[in-house]
């Protein structure tokens, strides 16, 4: 790989990378076709174009070369792969801001512009190729001012949106295991045991980490890693006897042990790997000494943090924690003709009521919401539209416009990623993601902002008891 990203990039390489890339750019067409029109294979083929734009980024970095302009003279700073990193993050990051404001208001795949979000690859793709041309056209300058006052004020927004989606994520995994324990059929004696030993596990696997950071990241003045590991310890015992406080219980019966226990692992876990990820001048991180694997896991360590962050951003998106639900949380069901003498109901909210109030009478299974036959023939569709395997027939499920601006925030984070304070490595052919001041700091940062938020989300209905009733707040 080191000798692949090492190679010039010549002018016979780049006619063939286009070619590659329309090539690649029917295949993915054509396996969207055949996949279907579901919104979750849109948000992965969204989430593997970021991806690739990622690797394409960090290899531009590595390999220190002017794509476009292989015959360049490039210094040996790595000016560049820094500036060939902001160009393509920058062009991808415009097409997504432009595909925003073109699909504000989208709520049903019966608007027009919804093609645009589900469809139009090659269209897509080309739009990116442009962009790039664009932005290759554009003076360097222009990109040292937007990295400061566009890309580190949007990679800070995306880093809080992704705590907010793991604060989330753990009152919805522990509110999930105990409406299963309360309902108290064959399955919850299962359940019970899952979220009994699913937070057991999580604190042992704190503590682990904890003594795995004292041991090795905490000797002799590495002051620095003793005080997060200190602060980091103090916060997960703060938020752990808030969580079963009886004041906070009595206001918020459900919290507890079981989200506490997820946020004190992903928040130990972030502050261990801020400290693996500081660079070794002070002599506090062992693991970068290592010789035998290096290049290896400068690898796998950067396809990690890559595709943590397309999933990050591609959950976030359609997360509920960022958006309303259409028309107050009714299924949005496009236009239909009206009974007069009815409120202006139409046919299809009709069946959606009477269907919804089976469901809660028992006499339906819950799925019987999210089937379309009841919305017609199924015959009847629109051209190019598969009903079997559009998930969107009663409306969008995410919010399309949302959708794209957090992808924009996100080639922003991995643009200020890939290039603040980073050198080449001395043992490697590769740019070590993360591996920076910069990067431990922010991790640090980010556990704690983390602990905040769980505890704001727990102590809020003690504080403000009007505004988080009990039945409103899950």
Not at 84 to 95: E, I, P
Not at 168 to 187: G, L, Q, R, S, Y
Not at 329 to 352: F, T, V
Not at 365 to 373: F, G, K, N, R
Request: with cysteine; glycine share 8%; net charge negative.
């Amino acid at each position: 790989m080191g000798a692949v990203v090492s190679l010039p990039v010549t002018l016979g390489g780049s006619f063939i990378a286009s070619g590659l890339g329309a090539c690649c750019s029917n295949l993915c067409s054509g396996m969207m076709t055949k996949v279907g029109s579901s919104s979750l294979a849109t948000r992965l083929f969204y989430a593997v174009w970021l991806l690739f734009n990622s690797l394409v980024s960090w290899i531009s970095m590595s390999a220190n070369k002017s794509i476009l302009w292989p015959g360049s003279t490039c210094a040996a700073t790595g000016e560049c792969g820094f500036f060939t990193v902001h160009r393509l993050n920058f062009a991808l990051g415009l097409l997504h801001l432009m595909l925003a404001l073109l699909l504000i208001g989208v709520k049903s795949t019966k608007d027009a512009r919804a093609s645009l979000q589900n469809s139009w690859w090659s269209l897509k793709f080309l739009a990116y190729i442009g962009l790039i041309v664009f932005a290759f056209a554009l003076p360097n300058s222009f990109f040292v001012f937007f990295s400061k006052w566009v890309s580190v004020p949007a990679g800070a927004v995306f880093i809080i949106v992704g705590l907010i989606l793991l604060v989330d994520f753990a009152h919805e995994w522990a509110e999930t295991c105990i409406n299963h324990v309360e309902v108290e059929d064959e399955n919850s004696a299962f359940w019970k045991k899952f979220l009994v030993i699913g937070t057991s596990a999580m604190y042992t696997a704190c503590l682990a980490m904890t003594i795995v950071m004292i041991v090795i990241f905490c000797r002799g003045s590495c002051t620095m890693n003793q005080t997060a590991t200190t602060i980091t310890t103090l916060l997960t015992i703060i938020v752990t006897a808030l969580s079963v406080h009886p004041k906070v219980q009595g206001a918020n019966p459900r919290c507890g042990l079981a989200q506490s226990s997820m946020v004190s692992a992903y928040c130990t876990y972030l502050t261990m790997s801020a400290m693996s990820s500081e660079p070794d001048d002070k002599k506090c991180n062992p693991l970068v000494r290592s010789s035998g694997t290096r290049n290896a896991s400068v690898v796998l360590g950067s396809l990690f943090t890559f595709v943590a962050i397309a999933y990050t951003t591609t959950r976030a998106a359609a997360n509920s924690a960022f958006q309303g639900t259409n028309d107050n949380g009714a299924i949005y069901l496009g236009e239909d003709e009206e009974y007069p003498g009815l409120d202006g109901q139409s046919r299809n909210q009709l069946r959606y009521e009477a269907i919804k109030q089976a469901v809660e009478e028992g006499s339906l299974p819950e799925s019987a919401l999210h089937d379309s036959t009841w919305m017609g023939s199924p015959g009847i569709t629109e051209v190019g539209v598969d009903r079997h395997t559009d998930d969107e027939i009663t409306g969008t499920r995410y919010n399309y416009a949302l959708f794209h601006a957090i992808f924009f925030i996100a080639t922003q984070w991995i643009a200020i990623l890939l290039t603040i304070n980073v050198t080449q490595d001395d043992v490697g052919d590769f740019i070590p993601v993360g591996r920076t001041y910069f990067y431990s700091d922010v991790k640090i940062g980010s556990a704690w902002l983390c602990y905040g938020l769980y505890a704001w989300t727990i102590i809020a209905p003690l504080i403000m008891p009007d505004r988080f009733e009990y039945d409103n707040f899950y």
